[in-house]
Each structure stands twice: as structure tokens, then as C-alpha cells.
């Protein structure tokens, strides 16, 4: 299971920022605000706790970083897309194969909560009851 949540998640963090694209200035003002690393907390998938050790980085210019300590996997290098305008605000994750999972996320300071679906609709809610939704909650690591 923690395989399937790394991987998910790795899928989910590669949702594209199309690069060459300007960005609007909302979008940018997000990834700034995204920018950094941060691990996660707290998984949940088709309501159930699961385990994560999954640490994501941000950069600025929409892209990312999926690693887990434990797994033994080179880290996953995706590319996000955000809109922050939506209500809840919606975060694309498009991996190196062009797979783009999508999902939802809420950031409050230096926490951060995310449910994303792989394949599908959107999720609409911070919960997983249908089958491939995968929620975690993050925290930013303090640079030391």
C-alpha cells in the first residue's frame, strides 16, 4: 500500500505547469507561496489511513519533486498546474509520461491538504470514498 501511495502521489505532483506559457499572476503568487519542501503528515485513501513518508518539493516554476525515504526509487520529477480562482482551488500533477491526475487542495500557512483522484473527474471534497482518491495532508519543512 505504501508503494501504491507513493505512486500516486508521485502521479498526482506531475500534473503539468505548461511550460513557455506566461502565467497569470495569481498562479504565480500560488507557487511562490507552494515553494519549498514539504512532507507528508497524514495519508488517507478510500477513507482508510494509509502510510506516507513521501517528502514533495516546489519550485517556483511549477515543478516538483516526489521522493520517499524508504522506498528506494530515484525521486519523481513532475510538473503542477494550479488555478487558484476554483473554490476549493484545484492542482493539476502531470508526471514524466504525461499523465495528469487531478485534484484539489487547501493551503493554510505551512500546512497543506490535497485529495486528488488518478484518472477521473476532479474530487470536489477534502475526502476519499471513491476508489483511486488518495488525500494527504502536508507540512513545510523548516529550512535548517
Excluded: H
Excluded at 511549477?62 to 494550479?82: E, H, M, V
Amino acid at each position: 500500500m505504501n508503494r501504491l501511495c507513493f505512486c500516486v502521489l508521485a502521479a498526482l505532483f506531475t500534473t503539468c505547469v505548461s511550460l513557455g506559457e506566461e502565467q497569470p499572476k495569481a498562479v504565480k503568487d500560488e507557487l511562490k507561496l507552494l515553494e519549498g519542501e514539504w512532507k507528508v503528515v497524514k495519508a488517507e485513501s478510500g477513507g482508510k489511513a494509509v502510510k506516507s513518508k513521501s517528502v514533495v518539493v516546489y519550485t517556483a516554476d511549477g515543478k516538483s519533486s516526489i521522493s520517499d525515504p524508504n522506498s528506494g526509487l530515484p525521486p519523481l520529477k513532475t510538473t503542477i498546474a494550479l488555478d487558484p480562482t476554483k473554490k476549493p482551488k484545484w492542482i493539476d500533477v502531470t508526471n514524466a509520461r504525461g499523465r495528469t491526475d487531478k485534484g484539489i487542495y487547501e493551503l493554510n500557512g505551512d500546512q497543506m491538504k490535497a485529495v486528488f483522484r488518478a484518472g477521473g473527474d476532479r474530487p470536489t471534497e477534502f475526502k476519499t470514498e471513491a476508489e483511486g482518491e488518495v488525500m494527504y495532508t502536508y507540512e513545510r519543512v523548516k529550512p535548517k
